[in-house]
């Protein structure tokens, strides 16, 4: 089967993140991405190493630019911003992520493009809007500490912390892929493109779900709770005879099976722990009670007996691991992108599958304008 996105052609003059992992999603799903860098130094995160692949660009920049065609332009000089016009011209797509207003004051404003292009899709990505917080800039960081999530990620009593991946540029990513396949959609019933706005502060803040909801419909104000849920107990990370073990216990019925398959059914049946709403209110003397039986064995060893009763557990991975779990499961966690001159690149597959299978074999993320010819060849073939 065919790719879902053959044929559509998406100008990406986005940077670090956000941006081009959500382009780099549509050149998962087949869209020809052409990626507009800087000359001479691309993309910030080209210089974000170590570490550093065998091709010698970083990891960083690896990990957010595969399938992509990058040729270099300098916007502010005339004949370059006339190429990257032309770019546009022939584009389903625009995808850029400039501090607001700036690449409308380059000349790609959105109502100049959509009244040359009525059929084009123009996404922006921001840190925080094009109103309010149009001057601020938007980082991962910045953005996880002003939207709350710092302030219920980490330790009880400890330090705010942030998550330990850039959370919020994937969830923007993301919501920027819904809000252009959406776009897409739109324009084959009207003919009409859009424009799309995301920020990394209202993405955020849609993602906290559960604790915007506590804060917006009771009243509560979520506090940092370790690894543990503020709804549901035992949910959290116990020490077993050699290491830690996360425990997802969602109903009284799993958790009656786990103290049963701990070899203390008794404790099921107390009232302190006989219902999620007691156990929540007796967290530390539960905690206790578990590690207590969970000492006798390993995290392996338990992991192995409360999945099989059907109660959620796991083993604290490293990354390595938990791609070596995913091979383990048939899951084929990782793939080989090769590039133009035969270097590989291995990457994280993409996530979704497809039935009938689409065929799809993105290229290696591109070396700094190494398609520049190329792109200017296919602008060629329009004025033949």
């Known amino acids: ?39 001479g130094s691309g993309d910030d995160t080209r210089a974000w190493g170590p570490p ?9 920049f690896e990990s957010a630019n595969r399938g992509k065609s990058s040729i270099t332009l300098d916007l502010t000089d005339p004949p370059d911003r006339e190429r990257a016009s032309e770019i546009i011209a022939h584009s389903d797509v625009v995808i850029e992520n400039f501090r607001p207003g700036q ?12 009244a040359r292009h009525p059929g084009l899709i123009y996404a922006s990505i921001s840190g925080f809007g094009t109103s ?3 001057d601020l800039p938007g980082y991962d960081f910045v953005a996880q500490a002003v939207g709350g999530l710092m302030h219920i990620t980490g330790e009880r009593d400890g330090a705010a912390m942030k998550a330990g991946v850039a959370l919020v540029d994937v969830l923007t990513g993301k919501d920027a892929v819904i809000g252009v396949l959406a776009a897409l959609r739109r324009r084959e019933l009207t003919g009409r493109g859009s424009r799309v706005d995301v920020n990394l502060l209202s993405s955020l803040q849609a993602a906290l779900v559960n604790q915007a909801s506590a804060h917006l419909g009771a009243g509560a104000e979520p506090a940092r709770l370790g690894n543990r849920h503020p709804s549901i107990a035992p949910y959290e990370v116990l020490r077993c005879a050699d290491g830690p073990l ?7 019925v799993q958790f009656a099976r786990m ?21 929540v209110g007796s967290r530390d003397d539960l905690a206790s009670a578990l590690e207590h039986a969970l000492a006798a064995d390993t995290a392996a060893a338990w992991a192995q007996r409360l999945n099989a009763v059907g109660v959620a557990a796991g083993v604290v991975n490293t990354i390595g691991d938990g791609i070596a779990l995913a091979e383990d499961l048939g899951l084929d966690p990782v793939y080989d992108t090769i590039g133009e001159d035969g270097r590989v690149s291995r990457q994280v ?10 065929a799809s074999a993105p290229t290696a993320p ?17 004025s033949d």
Not at 246 to 252: K, P, Q, T
Not at 262 to 274: D, H, I, K, T, Y
Not at 366 to 382: K, M, N, Q, S
């Open 1 to 39: 089967m065919s790719a879902p996105l053959e044929g559509v052609v998406i100008a990406d003059f986005s940077r670090v993140l956000a941006g081009p992992l959500a382009t780099m999603t549509l050149a998962d799903l087949g869209a020809r991405v052409i990626k507009i860098e800087r000359p």
């Open 52 to 60: 550093y692949a065998p091709s010698g660009m970083t990891t960083y």
């Open 103 to 114: 690449f409308a004051r380059l000349g790609f404003a959105w109502e100049t493009l959509s």
């Open 132 to 134: 309010g917080g149009a």
């Open 246 to 252: 996360a425990v997802a216990c969602g109903n009284d």
């Open 259 to 279: 103290t049963a398959a701990l070899g203390v059914p008794e404790l099921a049946g107390q009232e302190r722990f006989a219902t999620n709403a007691a156990r």
């Open 349 to 358: 597959r993409p996530p979704i599958v497809w039935q009938p299978p689409v």
């Open 366 to 382: 591109p070396r700094l304008g190494e398609h520049t010819d190329d792109v200017l060849a296919w602008l060629a073939g329009f």
